[in-house]
């Protein structure tokens, strides 16, 4: 004969149970209504400002596909690498193509088949405005300046692009020692910075350490809970909940303007750190080294397009996505290291241009990145005996 004890210790863990399978339910059942109403909300009431709907792609009837094709480049896993945390994982499309050669994973550049040779090698690094997110490989930064750089047989030249989608200058460096220690011997060196070093240094506590994802990736070392119940931030619950924050006006305390410029100084300090060690590499290793700020849409005296002036407008409201004021205060201070001779501002490339050339505040369409490409390589060939 069963216990009283036993069967009051059976009917507790019963109730238990059947407490956590109905949480677990009513939590199911949320999380997918969320996602009905996120579907139906972001159909009634689509994102003008959706990178695919820039001007800066006009009559490309080729954005829809390859919108689609990042979507899913971008669900994928992320690839880990020693050091630099992450790197460009391999996929094969119809617009990116990132290719595993024996040094690594790089987006693939179009070279022109010149038939010279022998090629001066040129290694452009750089974040996304590099690999290309948003463009097809024809249209990256990398293959325009290659296309220049080969134009008119001026020279032999073979652009090889490792730019990785969220890294900043000191991940770039990293990536650099590690191509020479492998035997890489390139003519010259190009990084291509300035949003992700500006954006990420402002925001995070250290500029000198800060790279994306710090707090995730610190966060699951650790071992924390954070880190382990991190991926509910991807759920439409999360997200939900997100932009009402944003609604409400949520955004954190706001810095003085003291501590502002002072975290700009360290935020450039610590780029042109960088620039002097690669510059120290280029001496070890017989190469020439350029350094490019890049433009963004609140930089220099372009005249805004609609869908420009769109998102300056909708990015300085208070409940925007992005703030830009502590990004624009650190490319101030760069645009003063940049005019004592510190490095290349590109700031103003625009300037002048009238059509859109942003697909959003940093991005670029394929025009815009031929603007740029054909910058650069003016610089370096202006100045290939001086450095």
Not at 47 to 56: F, I, K, T, Y
């Amino acid at each position: 004969m069963e216990s009283s004890g036993g069967t009051g210790v059976r009917r507790w863990l019963s109730l238990v149970g059947a407490a956590v399978i109905a949480t677990l339910v009513v939590l199911a059942g949320t999380e997918l209504v969320f996602c009905a109403a996120w579907s139906v909300g972001r159909r009634l009431h689509p994102d003008a400002l959706r990178a695919e709907r820039s001007p800066a792609y006009a009559g490309a009837a080729w954005v829809p596909e390859l919108t689609r094709e990042q979507a899913m480049r971008l669900a994928a896993p992320y690839r880990y690498v020693p050091f630099r945390i992450s790197g460009v994982a391999e996929w094969h499309g119809k617009y990116f193509n990132n290719d595993a050669h024996p040094t690594g994973v790089w987006r693939r550049t179009a070279n022109p088949d010149t038939g010279c040779g022998p090629k001066t090698k040129v290694w452009i690094f750089g974040g996304s405005t590099v690999y290309g997110t948003g463009v097809p490989d024809w249209a990256t930064l990398a293959s325009y300046l290659s296309k220049e750089m080969n134009r008119q047989g001026r020279a032999c030249v073979e652009v090889t692009n490792f730019g990785d989608e969220s890294y900043v200058s000191t991940q770039e460096l990293l990536l650099l020692i590690e191509q020479v220690k492998r035997g890489g011997r390139p003519e010259v060196v190009i990084f291509y910075d300035g949003f992700n070093d500006a954006h990420v240094g402002m925001t995070e506590a250290d500029a000198w350490s800060a790279h994306y994802g710090l707090e995730t990736i610190r966060a699951r070392a650790e071992g924390r809970w954070g880190g382990r119940l991190d991926f509910l931030g991807r759920r439409c619950t999360a997200r939900l909940a997100e932009v009402a924050w944003r609604m409400v006006g949520q955004r954190g305390g706001t810095a003085t303007d003291e501590a502002t410029h002072a975290k700009a100084t360290t935020v450039v300090d610590n780029y042109q750190a960088n620039e002097q060690v690669a510059r120290a590499l280029a001496e070890a290793y017989h190469f020439k080294f350029y350094g490019f700020w890049q433009p963004m849409l609140f930089s220099g005296h372009k005249p805004l397009e609609l869908f420009e002036r769109q998102i300056a407008e909708f990015d300085a409201k208070s409940k925007s996505r992005f703030d830009a004021r502590p990004v624009v205060v650190a490319y101030e201070e760069a645009e003063r290291r940049a005019a004592a001779g510190g490095f290349v501002s590109l700031t103003g490339v625009f300037d002048g241009v009238p059509e859109a050339v942003y697909i959003d505040e940093a991005h670029l369409g394929p025009r815009g990145n031929e603007l740029v490409a054909n910058a650069i390589a003016k610089y370096v060939e202006e100045h290939e005996g001086a450095n």
